[in-house]
């Protein structure tokens, strides 16, 4: 294995009193990794992210991308996408729009962003629908459309913070295939989920947080047969 593309070294955070709600996460991602996390709500997955993508500022540690501390680099700037549980889609905006605002913050000419915009759109198979605004949109496909959002500039690694959580099953479904294509295309994801068969399939590993600590991480085959009863236990509900 080469270097890492990713490297977290004893992440602490606490908010009040010290009461530690991240406490010493440390772990790595190589290039074209797929890591899923999972664990108890309040466990810290979220935090973890937000530290990752630069919306939230670690108490103590490090974020390493390849040999550049990117610790108190502002997020623009980490090469990373985000797409969160709740679309974050801007409602005023159409889908090409919304694609193509990360673009056009980023000073890219209008006519070149619309092109990328349309190439993000048909690979999450929304090209028929880049005129619509969100609200004319399932939860499913406007959250087609924050993924496109968040591939817009081609970005190193992709967070996703339970990206299907506020979907019916069918939805869900289509949100996943999508996910399980750019796996396939060896794009470098950290996913939050609960849903275990899918992180099952797609991740190379996983990890499995509890009360801000990594408790187990491994295979998926070894988290779903692991000795743990406590992960086992939260595994099992999950299926
Ligand atoms: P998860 O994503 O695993 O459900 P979170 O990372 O969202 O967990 O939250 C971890 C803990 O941090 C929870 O106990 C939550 O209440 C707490 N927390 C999150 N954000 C804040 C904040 N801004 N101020 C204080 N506590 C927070």
Same mark, same amino acid.
């Given at each position: 294995?080469? $270097?890492?593309?990713?490297?977290?070294?004893?992440?602490?955070?606490?908010?009040?009193?010290?009461?530690?709600?991240?406490?010493?996460?440390?772990?790595?991602? $190589?290039?074209?990794?797929?890591?899923?996390?999972?664990?108890? &709500?309040?466990?810290?997955? &979220?935090?973890?992210?937000?530290?990752?993508?630069?919306?939230?500022? /670690?108490?103590?540690? &490090?974020?390493?991308?390849?040999?550049?501390?990117?610790?108190?680099?502002? /997020?623009?700037?980490?090469?990373?996408g985000?797409?969160?549980?709740?679309?974050?889609?801007?409602?005023?905006?159409?889908?090409?729009?919304?694609?193509?605002?990360?673009?056009?913050?980023?000073?890219?000419?209008?006519?070149?962003?619309?092109?990328?915009?349309?190439?993000?759109?048909?690979?999450?198979?929304?090209?028929?629908?880049?005129?619509?605004?969100?609200?004319?949109?399932?939860?499913? $496909? $406007?959250?087609?459309?924050?993924?496109?959002?968040?591939?817009?500039?081609?970005p190193?690694i992709l967070y996703?913070?339970?990206?299907? &959580?506020?979907?019916?099953?069918?939805?869900?479904?289509?949100?996943?295939?999508?996910?399980?294509?750019?796996?396939?295309?060896?794009m470098?994801m950290?996913?939050?989920?609960?849903?275990?068969?899918?992180?099952?399939?797609?991740?190379?590993?996983?990890?499995?947080?509890?009360?801000?600590?990594?408790?187990?991480?491994?295979? /998926?085959?070894?988290?779903?047969?692991?000795?743990?009863?406590?992960?086992?236990?939260?595994?099992?509900?999950?299926?």
């Amino acid at each position: 294995m080469g $270097q890492p593309i990713l490297e977290v070294e004893h992440l602490k955070k606490s908010y009040v009193n010290n009461v530690p709600i991240l406490d010493d996460v440390s772990f790595s991602l $190589q290039k074209g990794e797929v890591v899923v996390i999972v664990g108890p &709500s309040g466990c810290g997955k &979220s935090t973890t992210l937000f530290m990752l993508a630069g919306l939230s500022d /670690p108490t103590s540690g &490090s974020i390493y991308f390849g040999d550049k501390n990117v610790t108190k680099v502002a /997020p623009e700037d980490r090469e990373i996408g985000l797409v969160f549980q709740n679309y974050a889609l801007y409602p005023h905006m159409t889908v090409e729009e919304n694609i193509m605002f990360p673009l056009i913050n980023r000073k890219v000419k209008k006519a070149e962003a619309r092109e990328r915009a349309n190439e993000m759109a048909k690979l999450v198979q929304l090209d028929g629908l880049l005129k619509r605004k969100p609200k004319a949109l399932s939860g499913g $496909q $406007q959250q087609r459309v924050s993924i496109a959002r968040a591939l817009a500039l081609q970005p190193k690694i992709l967070y996703f913070d339970e990206p299907t &959580s506020a979907l019916d099953p069918e939805l869900t479904a289509e949100v996943l295939k999508v996910i399980r294509q750019l796996a396939s295309e060896h794009m470098t994801m950290i996913i939050v989920t609960h849903e275990m068969q899918f992180a099952r399939e797609v991740s190379d590993r996983i990890i499995f947080m509890e009360q801000g600590v990594i408790v187990e991480e491994g295979s /998926p085959e070894a988290l779903f047969t692991t000795e743990n009863a406590r992960v086992r236990e939260f595994i099992g509900k999950l299926q």
